[in-house]
């Protein structure tokens, strides 16, 4: 083995975060002791821009609710205590891949041994039917212990990385590119709209606090669009702003008060086209309701730059993938 090959690396059941964690040490011996995931691991996790800390968490809650304090009885009745196996990946149907090394991280908590990994492909990778993903080799008992939960992962940031793919290739040829939203499973935000990332589709705010979007509730609240504009941007002058509008006439309103960013909620492609003309490249727009695989490119061609799809995180289906047993080469 050789461990400079990205493709071919030990991992242990134990190690670290490295450079860049969220884990709050001080050190990055502290980091390492601190997130318990081999090194190696947590530094694609990182390049890959998930938080090794809260990858780590997830596979955790993953593995204790599946095994809810007790332990595999029908694997540990059935396997001998020194097995070894090698698990293979493998997509039942074709998509793009995400959460490898996710799945990775579920097997890093579960297993007690050192255990071998085979990369055959890399998150955002389109794959076919019958094509090997990843290969692990370690305890027997450890390898079916964890398939459920890693395949629960990489099953479902799969199924949401080929959806947003599916809008991506629908738009390609226009400037307009697909955005998620927030309607997230909670709990599993980051990792769906890391999924998300490898369809090639782009993110919408993370949270609550990293940007502001005024909905029609807030313009209520507020007494108008622009009142509501106006009360965010003093409170908080640093934070992109996107504020939702439903007539041209809010529109032109949010414009003049000069909103980075304005979503265009249930508009027609006329209307969209109709907007795009009017805001004349002051602020960005983004098309919202209505939208359909059918009539992305329709609404992309208005001009728009971004078209919001919820249900490229509520609503995707999974990616078929199963694990296959072998005997250890």
């Known amino acids: 083995m050789n461990p400079s090959d990205p493709n071919e690396l030990p991992l242990a059941s134990t190690g670290g975060c490295g450079d860049g964690c969220a884990c709050g040490a001080d050190t990055e011996e502290d980091a390492y002791l601190e997130c318990g995931l081999d090194p190696s691991l947590a530094a694609l996790l990182l390049d890959s821009g998930l938080d090794p800390v809260e990858v780590e968490d997830i596979a955790n809650v993953a593995i204790q609710e599946d095994l809810a304090g007790g332990v595999d009885v029908t694997t540990v009745a059935t396997i001998p205590e020194d097995a070894v196996a090698t698990a293979d990946f493998t997509a039942r149907e074709a998509g793009v891949v995400a959460g490898l090394r996710v799945a990775e991280a579920v097997l890093s908590i579960v297993c007690t041994d050192e255990f071998e990994v085979e990369r055959h492909v890399e998150d955002g990778d389109r794959v076919e039917a019958d094509q090997k993903l990843l290969s692990v080799t370690t305890r027997t008992r450890d390898l079916l212990t964890a398939e459920r939960s890693a395949l629960n992962l990489l099953c479902r940031m799969s199924g949401i990385a080929s959806a947003t793919r599916a809008w991506a290739d629908a738009l390609d040829g226009t400037k307009a590119e697909v955005r998620d ?93 109709e907007a795009v003309a009017l805001v004349a490249g002051r602020a960005a727009l983004e098309a919202s309701g209505r939208l359909t695989l059918g009539n992305a490119k329709a609404y992309a061609d208005t001009g728009v730059d971004y078209l919001a799809v919820g249900a490229l995180t509520h609503s995707s289906p999974i990616l078929d993938i199963g694990l296959d047993l072998r005997a250890a080469e």
Not at 188 to 193: A, D, Q, T, V, Y
Not at 209 to 229: E, Y
């Open 181 to 273: 939203t927030r309607k997230t499973t909670p709990g599993l935000r980051s990792l769906e709209k890391f999924a998300v990332r490898c369809g090639g589709g782009v993110n919408h705010r993370m949270s609550l606090s990293d940007a502001a979007l005024v909905k029609d509730n807030h313009v209520v609240a507020a007494g108008g669009v622009a009142q509501a504009f106006q009360a965010v941007r003093e409170r908080f002058p640093e934070v992109p702003i996107e504020v939702e509008v439903d007539t041209l006439h809010q529109l032109r309103e949010v414009v003049d008060a000069g909103a980075d960013l304005i979503l265009l909620d249930n508009f027609t492609p006329d209307e969209c086209e």
